[in-house]
């Protein structure tokens, strides 16, 4: 049996679209990822049963040529015009049809049982695919779209539209919590959905001594760092966590990893506050190495400030990886991170707005981690990927079952050695 999954971005930044390729890879499907080509790292090795189908789309090469080649000025010049909500809704659109017309082109003729798409942005595609083709679509979003943090208004409701309009054509829904669940549940009570946390690969081995950032930023030995990793929003709570370590001893440091049309804003505060040794902006990492960085800090915050009621349902990525990489949590007290951090006492919840409050709790666990980490550890050893994927492969299992008893016995499948995914000489576009 095959599958085309579809993502709309490089495959280099979505570990989640990784793990679930291999995992149906060992199960014993073929699978091909159909994704953009946006940077110029080689294409990563995953499982000999998946492919990658990586497509240049123009305007992503502007944008990554202008990040290669252009000095600060010209490239602030540039991203301002191209964040102007008209001029991003007119790009964005060319380069998501002409992804989707290269995918369209690509499985004519091919034989796929599954399409399972990654995102709002993919789901029209998988859409055509199961009414051109009669494969069962599988709708993987990994978030509730239109209550994402760090997207602006028009574009979660952009991705709420084309998931409103596509979702009477998904077989089956994958949501990152129970919550999440029940949300889905709500609005379409006849669908059938799997709960599969976004957990990454628990690391072989933690750090005997955390050193990465001491060495990094020539910090000392006594120095204890607190790590945010992730995009520079708004609603994430960061101008709260550098104000609050105003009320912190002078070995609290933090690293803020990642980036975001915020990061001049935060450079500004941290300049204000007089922080300019005790705050430090790390640029984003891949996420083969980001866990072996996060290993080496000594507290992971998760500050998501509700902007909506259900946003406070969503677990985000990072919470998973601070845990997996050993390190304890202060965290927003919201039902999505509560369940998480609260459950195992893996950390602190604390209003994040409060930024006494968000101070006070980072004071307490580092002052004392051993309770923490314990918690953490408890956390690590029971939400680990591999107990996930088993609801993966069956679901996957099912849908092979499914397809079995809606075949007639005059249309069998072709043996496996008879199928294709795609015409050889299409490998790479």
Same mark, same amino acid.
């Given at each position: ?7 709309? %971005? ?45 497509? $240049?789309?123009?305007? %992503? ?15 602030? &010049? ?6 102007? $909500? ?32 990654? =995102? ?9 695919? %199961? ?99 992730? &995009?520079?929003?708004?609603?994430? &709570? ?19 990893? =990642? ?14 506050? =007089? ?15 980001l866990l072996h960085v996060t290993s080496h800090a000594d507290l992971g915050a998760v500050l998501y400030q509700s902007t909506c009621p259900k946003n406070r349902l969503v677990t985000p990525n990072k919470l998973f990886e601070y845990i997996q990489a050993g390190i304890p949590v202060i965290s927003s007290d919201r039902p999505g991170k509560a ?31 051993? $309770?923490?980490?314990? =918690?953490?550890h408890k956390a690590r050893k029971q939400l680990r990927w591999e107990k996930e994927q088993e609801r993966l492969v069956e679901l996957y299992r099912q849908i092979i079952l499914a397809r079995r008893n809606q075949r007639d016995e005059s249309e069998q499948e072709p043996e496996q050695e008879d199928l294709f995914s795609i015409q050889p000489h299409?490998?790479?576009?």
């Amino acid at each position: 049996m095959r599958v085309l999954m579809v993502l709309f %971005k490089d495959i280099h930044y979505d570990a989640r679209v990784h793990r679930e390729a291999i995992a149906l890879a060992e199960a014993g499907w073929y699978v091909d990822i159909a994704c953009l080509h946006t940077t110029s790292q080689p294409a990563p090795e995953i499982h000999e049963r998946v492919r990658l189908l990586r497509y $240049p789309i123009q305007t %992503k090469r502007i944008k990554r040529y202008v990040e290669q080649k252009a000095d600060q000025r010209v490239k602030r &010049g540039v991203y301002r015009v191209v964040r102007n $909500p008209v001029v991003k809704v007119a790009k964005d659109a060319v380069a998501k049809r002409d992804f989707a017309m290269k995918v369209w082109d690509l499985c004519q003729g091919a034989n796929y049982s599954a399409v399972h798409c990654h =995102g709002a942005e993919t789901l029209s595609i998988g859409a055509y695919l %199961k009414q051109k083709h009669g494969l069962t679509l599988v709708y993987d979003p990994h978030h509730v779209y239109e209550d994402s943090n760090g997207k602006k208004r028009w574009e979660r409701t952009a991705s709420q539209r084309a998931e409103t309009v596509w979702m009477d054509e998904v077989d089956h829904l994958i949501a990152i919590n129970e919550l999440i669940e029940a949300e889905f549940q709500h609005r379409y009570p006849n669908l059938s959905i799997t709960v599969l946390r976004n957990i990454p690969q628990t690391l072989d081995q933690l750090p005997r001594e955390k050193n990465y950032f001491h060495r990094r930023y020539d910090l000392k030995a006594e120095d204890q760092v607190i790590l945010y990793q992730g &995009g520079f929003t708004q609603n994430r &709570g960061l101008e709260e966590l550098i104000r609050a370590l105003v009320h912190l001893p002078e070995r609290h440091k933090l690293v803020l990893l =990642g980036f975001g049309e915020w990061k001049e804003r935060l450079e500004q505060l941290v300049k204000e506050k =007089g922080l300019t040794d005790r705050v430090f902006f790390h640029p984003p990492l891949l996420p083969c190495k980001l866990l072996h960085v996060t290993s080496h800090a000594d507290l992971g915050a998760v500050l998501y400030q509700s902007t909506c009621p259900k946003n406070r349902l969503v677990t985000p990525n990072k919470l998973f990886e601070y845990i997996q990489a050993g390190i304890p949590v202060i965290s927003s007290d919201r039902p999505g991170k509560a369940i998480v951090v609260g459950t195992y006492q893996a950390g602190r919840l604390v209003d994040p707005h409060n930024v006494q409050e968000i101070a006070d709790a980072i004071r307490e666990i580092l002052s004392d981690p051993d $309770p923490w980490l314990i =918690g953490t550890h408890k956390a690590r050893k029971q939400l680990r990927w591999e107990k996930e994927q088993e609801r993966l492969v069956e679901l996957y299992r099912q849908i092979i079952l499914a397809r079995r008893n809606q075949r007639d016995e005059s249309e069998q499948e072709p043996e496996q050695e008879d199928l294709f995914s795609i015409q050889p000489h299409l490998r790479q576009l």
